[in-house]
């Protein structure tokens, strides 16, 4: 079935450990979005892509980064210089124009 | 002044009421709109566009005023299944998608 996955679901990381969170779809979509949301509020852009091997900032870059080798793909790390790292994290795609933005489901960060 | 602006929530309507939504936005340059819902601890879905004439599905209106950057979505005889919080998101120049903080309503019997 076509999608976006995101994994895993949750995660647990020691503070000052990078982890990496995958986002991968099988849409054919050529845009690319993570997202940040914590508890009560918004979801605050991260990074995006519009194609592959490009990709720029979003609203709460510091502490975070991405690649695009892949259409398909857009992993992104949270760094140790993430001061603020737990959160609910969200991985989304669009395809051409001003076609809406399919999510994935998640993944739950908790650094302790 | 953030890029996004929604109402402030929560929302609490009886069933059978009907609820208005409001959001504006910065960028007058901004090129579409849309509304989400996201239930709790779940992912956003679209709930629809919008367009410059207004669209209508069920229960649900959304209205654009781009004169005065200001987009609105409307419920009519609210369900229980209607309580979620409610999205406003548009998309800037470059395919940047922004989001409002987001309006909780929640629907009592």
């Known amino acids: 079935d076509g999608g976006i996955t995101q994994s895993p679901k949750y995660l647990f990381r020691k503070e000052g450990q990078n982890v990496t969170l995958s986002c991968e779809q099988n849409?054919?979509?050529?845009?690319m979005y993570w997202y940040r949301q914590d508890p009560g509020q918004g979801l605050r852009l991260i990074y995006y892509?519009?194609?592959?091997?490009?990709?720029q900032k979003g609203d709460i870059a510091e502490g975070y980064s991405v690649s695009r080798e892949k259409k398909e793909s857009f992993p992104l790390t949270v760094t140790s210089a993430q001061k603020n790292p737990t959160a609910f994290y969200l991985c989304?795609?669009?395809?051409?124009?001003?076609?809406?933005?399919?999510f994935g489901q998640g993944t739950r960060l908790t650094v302790v | 002044r953030k890029e996004v602006e929604q109402d402030p929530g929560p929302f609490n309507v009886p069933e059978g009421a009907t609820v208005a939504f409001n959001c504006t936005y910065s960028?007058?340059?901004?090129?579409?709109f849309f509304w989400y819902r996201q239930d709790c601890r779940k992912e956003p879905k679209l709930l629809m566009s919008?367009?410059?004439s207004g669209n209508e599905d069920g229960r649900f209106t959304a209205q654009l005023n781009r004169a005065s950057q200001y987009i609105s979505l409307l419920i009519r005889d609210s369900k229980l299944s209607d309580s979620a919080t409610y999205l406003c998101?548009?998309?800037?120049?470059?395919?940047?998608?922004?989001f409002g903080q987001g309006t909780e309503l929640s629907v009592k019997p």
């Open positions: 989304a795609s669009r395809g051409s124009l001003n076609t809406e933005a399919f």
């Open positions: 849409l054919n979509h050529d845009a």
């Open positions: 892509s519009q194609i592959v091997n490009d990709f």
């Open positions: 960028n007058s340059a901004s090129q579409s």
């Open positions: 919008v367009y410059s």
């Open positions: 998101v548009v998309k800037v120049g470059g395919g940047k998608l922004i």
